[in-house]
């Protein structure tokens, strides 16, 4: 665990030591992030990320605007532009900003991402001006600087304030469930403990009763003895006795424990299966302690964007006037029929391909463009633009129709250019009607090269077909709907051609709209609706987020290990419902209930409460409920119960428009419900940062939003897929080493020490020890810690082939199964009853006081106890033996080593008069003992008869009531 | 053979209240018979019961370092044999309960033959370990081979009738190396065990060790029990290569094996009548 942390420190102090610029005294400085201070200036340049929470100032550009991308914090690619108040706009340059005179004031820090107010105070010439400040100006920590050369930035929030720091949880403990149970055996064991000291102190004193037990004429008290006070006597006798008996709590469990899991983290990063090739990244384990919670998962919160998609859009089909098209090669190649395409069509394709250029929000990397076209004509294959657009979907579709020949190369002032088959085209720009999520769809209006007035509009099927009033509605349409089947994200593009004097028309009343004080929204919107009408359909496209490999195949196979599923997404309904579908997260059969935007508290009661209505009527089908943020909240706060009664009855959920916090308070929910599941979180981005800190184990996908995922999850893996073999494969194993490692150790304590406290019956309660001091001391360390701790390494009961390819095996170990109370009983008796059996086997022998020596000569207490000592030491490290199914060579090692090490130090131990020892009781017993015949036969059959009734048991419940696991074996 | 006297018939009841110091010592004979003849070598034990050498206080109650001759522990004794390590300001030689309470019966066996009474020859020594004797059990070191010298400055032990370097006439089997001192150092196990006495050997092929018939056993009776109710027995025993008889290990054996083999069996049969079904299971799968 301290090199656990101290990695994590090594990876904080990169971050707090990261150099920024920032200016003071009228000059750039170099410092480290950690120095910044709120009120300072600081320079970010292009591609960096920001240290602080920052008010813009100003940027390279006149406007004072720039772009950044939140990918790591909200898990949203497109750039966002962010602008200057004017007054600071203007101050380009370190100069001018060291005159600058301004006060900002701001509310405390907040943890929402998208609320922000202060205002700042310029103070110019003696002139006081005051402008409110909004998120727009407002530069967050973790986003990235894109597309503008550097900014200059005052910083408001630092450190720990910072948005980002907010939206985090501070990192706590984690501690697994087999800790937990762990730790109420040792309470168990502790209640053992002192029930035995108590009980031996009792009888003692009941012994005592009598002087001649107590104080015989051979053995009396010193006077000191004698005279000590009857309390003082009876709490130092038990005292005595919790010493004896101390050893029955294993404390060597948990450093075994603590070197097991720290050892064993190794695994998983050398693991190959879960080694990615195109990134070269390896599995990573961040917190040890959660190994064995792997194979306990109940819940699985994952994020969509990233971890189930690779975050990339892909443009793979689209219908064009009722034909479809798929593109094969950067080449658009009809369905059905080829080469009998009309004319007609042709002229379709064009416009369409048009529309797609056109009619979208995308911008060019500037660099790129200004340096990167020549060459690029000169190849004239693939386009080396780069483009980033708000909505990967419209960045894929240009993309895409660059691929296919008509490429969009930038907007100049107010007029898009765009080459189509190779000739350069220029748009005049008139309006965008952006898009908006009521209307579902966007327009631009623009003036081609012809003169002539055209709208494209692209949007949602729903909202383009029933406004669209020729073309191939019908067609289009079952495309649509194939499209959707496959998983794809369809988008209908449809354009209209204005005469001057509708054009006119929409110019005044577009302008009136605009400019209106009141109701401005509702009278944009109808304008739009007036506008967005009559349209020519022109086709659809279907995107695919690319989904990563094995997406559908890992979460069915969770869902057969009877782990639930949960996507919890930043996402809007659609997306997420249409990419859920995809993945396989939920079935076409399912029944889908939505629970989706309710404002009010009482609405969204009376949904649930139908929900849960719904599904009590209907047990057949699986059913799958689509959650988003806000009824979500509502949900929480007032109908906890209830929602968890319907999620519970779904096998697959959907949580949409998710907050950072939101997630994490999901994953509380459900960890705190009555059942106490375990829960695992994986995502990939900050946004989730708060969800993997939250959840029992947190898994970070080191994708492309940047590493903060990775650095506070406890286990960092390439791909989603790697979770089916982190789980099924390495969590089982862990888990089932673990809770063997466990139970065993109870088990030889509990062995070891019985035999003592059986003792103390055979010697007045004198709290005579059985065995010799080293012994006591080096059973847990030398004799019997290996083995145990090379099983818990190595062992692997089944096949880990086999443990992929069946989920369901995952089963058998749900729920603490292996440490739950049975298997512990079992254990705990079987260790009582073994130390019985050594106990009275040793005793049987020796008792009959006959001479076990070929030459009559006697045993005395040590060679009993040693004998006792032999068998148990041989007797332990084969029930090892017995458990472990996976023999290497280390394992052949360590167990017959250690009873070979038993032998070798009793010999050497007790063939010398130690000179520092105070009593040399053990001076040559363990050579005694091997000498007489009898002590081998009786170890032998002692060794025999404890493990004998063991493999009966377990070869009778392998064949009476096998476990699925057993039978895969 | 049991001779503590309990019993009013027994001929040691009389010397049931014995104390340490008791002069003269009492004496009695018990007669006995001998239903077989001893073939081989015969082993003398005594017996106590009740006497919990295993006590906590009574094994700790030792010095070893005094026993294996360290001059400087001779005359300062540890502090663990308290309250025996020194009487009247002197170190006690050799110090501690277990030795303060040493075994001091002594046993003579008499063969009867037609009312003659023919003693038998014990052999003292070869009762105690060799490497005890040898190793772990030295007299203190010094000029010459006095050893009553060599005790100078050490008193004997409270309960003893003689100080330890007056235990044997034999100066190989004197002092702390005395092999019936170094028996009774060897603390037992358990409230009820034995010791070795004495050796009686074979001494020609012709004739068995001891034969059939009737036999006296003189005893010295020193050494109280009544207080503790202990018991005192002699026994005579012969011995294996694998030790004393004893029965233990042969019925364990016996049991352990039948039972193995009764398992074995049913499972054998469980194993014909699921191991069918279990393969065949697992195909579709």
């Avoid at chain 1, 907010?166 to 002192?194: D, G, H, T």
């Avoid at chain 1, 798929?326 to 391909?353: A, C, I, M, W, Y």
């Avoid at chain 1, 010697?763 to 847990?780: A, G, I, M």
Wanted: proline share 4%.
């Amino acid at each position: 665990q301290g090199y656990e942390d101290w990695l994590r420190h090594k990876a904080d102090n990169e971050v707090n030591g990261a150099p920024v610029y920032v200016v003071r005294s009228g000059g750039l400085v170099k410092t480290r992030s950690k120095n910044i201070r709120v009120g300072d200036i600081v320079r970010v340049a292009k591609d960096e990320t920001f240290p602080v929470d920052l008010v813009l100032l100003s940027s390279d550009r006149v406007d004072g605007s720039c772009h950044v991308t939140t990918a790591s914090l909200d898990g949203e690619t497109n750039l966002k532009t962010h602008v200057a108040v004017p007054e600071t706009a203007v101050l380009q340059s370190v100069a001018n900003l060291d005159k600058l005179v301004a006060v900002i004031e701001c509310q405390q820090p907040e943890a929402d991402l998208y609320r922000f107010v202060g205002r700042i105070t310029v103070s110019q010439q003696a002139e006081e001006i005051v402008r409110p400040l909004g998120p727009e100006s407002l530069l967050l920590r973790g986003a990235r600087l894109k597309n503008t050369k550097e900014i200059f930035g005052v910083a408001v929030y630092t450190g720990m304030e910072t948005k980002m720091a907010l939206n985090y949880k501070s990192k706590s403990q984690k501690r697994s469930a087999v800790e937990k149970s762990m730790n109420s055996f040792l309470i168990i064991y502790l209640i053992i403990l002192l029930f035995e000291a108590i009980l031996s102190t009792i009888l003692k004193y009941a012994w005592q009763a009598e002087k001649k037990w107590d104080e015989p004429w051979y053995n009396e008290k010193t006077e000191h003895e004698r005279n000590s006070s009857k309390i003082l006597r009876f709490i130092s006798d038990f005292l005595a006795f919790l010493v004896l008996y101390n050893f029955i709590i294993p404390i060597s469990l948990y450093v075994t424990v603590e070197m097991q899991k720290f050892l064993g983290s190794f695994f998983i990063g050398w693991d190959l299966d879960l080694y990615h090739e195109e990134t070269n990244q390896r599995a990573q384990v961040n917190t040890s302690d959660l190994n064995e919670e792997l194979g306990q998962v109940e819940y699985v919160f994952t994020d969509k964007t990233g971890t189930l998609t690779e975050n990339e859009m892909q443009f793979r089909e689209c219908s064009i006037n009722g034909i479809k098209y798929q593109e094969v090669n950067g080449k658009l190649t009809p369905e059905g029929f080829s080469e009998d395409s009309p004319d007609g069509n042709r002229h379709k394709e064009e416009l369409f391909l048009k529309a797609v250029c056109l009619c979208h929000t995308v911008q060019i990397n500037a660099d790129q463009t200004d340096g990167a076209d020549g060459p690029w004509h000169a190849n004239g294959i693939a386009s080396p633009l780069e483009y980033y657009a708000s909505s990967p979907d419209e960045k894929a579709l240009v993309e895409a129709a660059s691929r296919v020949g008509v490429i969009f190369t930038g907007t100049s002032g107010d007029s898009m250019e765009v080459k189509s088959l190779g000739k350069p085209e220029r748009y005049k720009l008139l309006h965008v009607l952006e898009f908006d999520p009521n209307r579902r769809r966007m327009s631009v209006i623009v003036e081609s090269p012809s003169g002539e007035k055209l709208l494209f509009t692209k949007g949602a099927e729903s909202s383009i077909l029933p406004r669209s009033k020729s073309g191939e509605i019908d067609k289009t349409r079952i495309h649509v709907d194939e499209f959707a089947l496959k998983g794809l994200r369809t988008l209908c593009v449809a354009y209209r051609r204005f005469t001057p004097e509708e054009y006119q028309e929409i110019g005044k009343r577009l302008h009136e709209a605009r400019t209106a004080l009141q109701q401005r929204e509702e009278r944009l919107a109808d304008v739009f609706n007036f506008i967005e009408r009559d349209l020519e359909l022109l086709g659809a496209t279907g995107v695919e987020d690319k989904l990563q490999e094995k997406v559908q195949e890992t979460i069915e196979a969770l869902r057969l290990a009877g782990i639930k599923v949960w996507v919890l997404t930043g996402d809007k309904h659609e997306t997420a419902v249409s990419v859920s579908l995809s993945c396989g997260h939920f079935h076409r059969t399912m029944n889908i209930l939505e629970l989706v935007q309710h404002k009010s508290d009482s609405t969204c009661a009376e949904q649930l409460r139908q929900l849960a209505k719904r599904i009590k009527e209907d047990h057949v089908i699986q059913h799958g409920l689509v959650v988003d943020g806000t009824s979500l909240s509502l949900a929480l706060r007032e109908h906890e119960k209830l929602f968890m009664e319907v999620c519970k009855n779904c096998s697959a959920v959907l949580c949409c428009r998710m907050a950072p916090l939101q997630k994490a308070k999901v994953v509380r929910l459900l960890k705190t419900s009555p059942e106490k599941p375990i829960t695992l979180a994986i995502g990939d981005g900050a946004n989730d940062v708060s969800m993997i800190q939250e959840a029992h184990v947190g898994i970070g996908i080191m994708g492309k939003e940047g590493r903060q995922a990775v650095r506070n999850s406890d286990y960092a893996i390439a791909r989603f897929k790697f979770l089916s073999k982190l789980l099924f494969v390495h969590g089982h194993f862990y888990y089932i080493r673990i809770a063997t490692l466990v139970q065993y150790f109870f088990y030889k304590n509990v062995c070891f020490i019985t035999p003592q406290f059986l003792y103390q019956f055979f010697c007045l309660f004198s709290q005579q020890t059985l065995y010799d001091s080293v012994y006591l001391t080096l059973y847990n360390i030398c004799f019997t810690s290996l083995p145990v701790l090379i099983y818990s390494l190595f062992e692997q009961h089944v096949h880990p082939h086999v443990l992929q390819s069946k989920p369901v095996l995952y089963r058998d170990i749900s729920k603490n199964a292996h440490l739950g109370f049975k298997p512990f009983l079992y254990w705990t008796t079987l260790g009582f009853f073994h130390a019985f059996v050594f106990f009275y086997g040793s005793y049987l022998l020796m008792g009959e006081d006959t001479s076990l020596l070929g030459n009559g000569q006697m045993f005395g207490n040590w060679t009993f106890g040693t004998l006792v000592f032999t068998v148990m030491v041989i007797t332990v490290t084969m029930k090892m033996a017995l458990e472990t199914h996976f023999w290497t060579w280390i394992n052949h090692f360590v167990t017959w080593g250690s009873i070979v090490f038993y032998f070798i130090f009793s010999l050497f131990y007790g063939g010398i008069i130690w000179p520092f020892l105070h009593t040399q009781d053990m001076y040559f017993v363990f050579v005694q003992l091997l000498s007489s015949g009898s002590a081998w036969f009786a170890i032998i059959l002692i060794v025999v008869a404890c493990l004998f009734l063991d493999v009966v048991k377990k070869v009778l419940y392998r064949h009476l009531q096998p476990t699925s696991t057993e039978k895969a074996q | 053979i049991d001779y503590t006297g309990t019993e009013p018939s027994s001929p040691c009841n009389k010397c049931l209240n014995v104390s340490w110091d008791s002069t003269p010592p009492c004496t009695c004979t018990i007669n006995f018979t001998l239903e077989h003849s001893f073939e081989s070598n015969v082993f003398m034990y005594y017996g106590l019961s009740n006497f919990y050498q295993n006590h906590r206080r009574y094994v700790k109650s030792r010095d070893d370092s005094q026993l294996n001759g360290d001059n400087s522990s001779l005359l300062n004794p540890s502090k663990e044999c308290e309250p025996y390590r020194t009487n009247e300001d002197k170190p006690i030689a050799p110090c501690g309960a277990i030795a303060n309470s040493m075994f001091n019966d002594t046993l003579k066996l008499y063969r009867i033959d037609n009312d003659t009474r023919t003693p038998i020859t014990l052999i003292k020594k070869g009762i105690a370990w060799w490497t005890d004797k040898n190793v772990k059990f030295r007299n203190p070191t010094g000029d010459g081979n006095n050893l009553t010298a060599l005790f100078q400055g050490t008193t004997k032990p409270v309960n003893w009738p003689k100080p330890v370097y007056m235990l044997d006439s034999e100066p190989d089997n004197n002092g702390f190396i005395n092999e019936d001192f170094i028996v009774w150092m060897r603390t037992a196990a358990l409230p009820t065990f034995r010791k070795l006495y004495r050796l009686i050997e074979r001494k020609n092929n012709l004739q068995p060790t001891l034969q059939a018939g009737q036999y006296s056993l003189d005893i010295t009776y020193n050494y109280p029990v009544h207080s503790f109710d202990g018991r005192k027995r002699m026994i005579l025993s012969t011995i294996s290569w694998m030790g004393g008889k004893n029965p233990f290990l042969g019925i364990a054996y016996i049991t352990v094996g039948s039972i193995c083999f009764f398992l074995g069996v049913v499972l054998l049969i469980i194993h014909h009548k699921y191991g069918n079904r279990n393969t065949s299971a697992d195909i579709p799968n």
